[in-house]
């Protein structure tokens, strides 16, 4: 499996509040992912960074930003929480030339 | 607008028989193509794809076809196992940092 952990596994927040998720690698990946999954959605691609510093946005990015100061940390951050961001929380990574991503355990935010 | 859609919400197949998963897409740029399973409270685990130069790709009891004229893939599952009970997701990319994924489809194997 590839080394890829999500902290926190689980979250309960409130509506308003800024919420920070924070993906580790340990496979010196260049790409990193956030991902949302809903039901009727599938997985929506929120922001994605190719080095660190350099992040771009995804299909679903209004209301997140994001930051990686390392190769190995990216975090996403919900400045204020609403409740249609409630979701699972999925990061992903990949090498520079590849296509697969592999995917980490996901976090379940509820914003309340 | 959904580039990568699977229909097929949920799939129920007995042990033993052949499961089939089908995904469409509407970008003719999309030069490969994924499928990933999901069981619950897990991530998303890479299990097959193929390059758009190809129509068809095995892995084991895995068999992924593209028909590039119909831009259709399926994923077929021989023999079908209850440990393949979960969610399949398709998706697709035209270039190397972004994936396209469908909205899944819930596979249950039953004895």
């Known amino acids: 499996d590839a080394g890829i952990t999500q902290s926190p596994r689980h979250k309960v927040t409130e509506t308003g509040t800024p919420v920070t998720l924070r993906c580790h690698q340990t496979e010196n990946h260049r790409y990193m992912y956030w991902y949302r999954q809903d039901p009727g959605h599938g997985l929506r691609l929120i922001h994605y960074s190719y080095g660190v510093k350099d992040t771009d946005k995804g299909e679903v ?12 940390d990216f975090l996403l951050t919900l400045e204020s ?20 991503q592999y995917f980490g355990p996901g976090t379940r935010l509820t914003v309340t | 607008d ?14 033993g028989r052949i499961s ?15 499928w990933y399973k999901k069981y619950p409270a897990e991530g998303p685990t890479f299990l097959i794809s193929i390059s758009s130069i190809k129509d068809k790709n095995e892995d084991g009891r895995f068999t992924v076809f593209l028909n590039k004229s ?20 398709c998706a697709a990319s035209f270039n190397t940092d972004k994936l396209i994924f469908g909205t899944g489809t819930r596979l249950q194997v039953f004895p």
């Not at chain 1, 990015?61 to 930051?67: A, F, I, K, P, Q």
């Not at chain 1, 999925?90 to 030339?97: H, K, L, N, P, W």
């Not at chain 2, 089939?20 to 994924?34: G, P, V």
């Open chain 1, 81 to 100: 929480a609403t409740s249609s961001q409630t979701s699972v929380y999925f990061c992903a990574i990949s090498g520079q030339s590849t296509y697969e």
């Open chain 2, 20 to 34: 089939i998963l089908n995904c469409d897409y509407t970008n003719s740029m999309f030069d490969y193509f994924l």
């Open chain 1, 61 to 72: 990015s209004d209301g997140y930003s994001v930051s990686r100061s390392k190769t190995e």
């Open chain 2, 70 to 89: 119909a831009k259709h893939l399926s994923l077929h599952i021989v023999p079908s196992q209850p440990g393949d009970s979960a969610v399949y997701f």
């Open chain 2, 2 to 15: 959904q580039q990568v859609k699977q229909n097929s919400p949920s799939l129920s197949v007995q042990e």
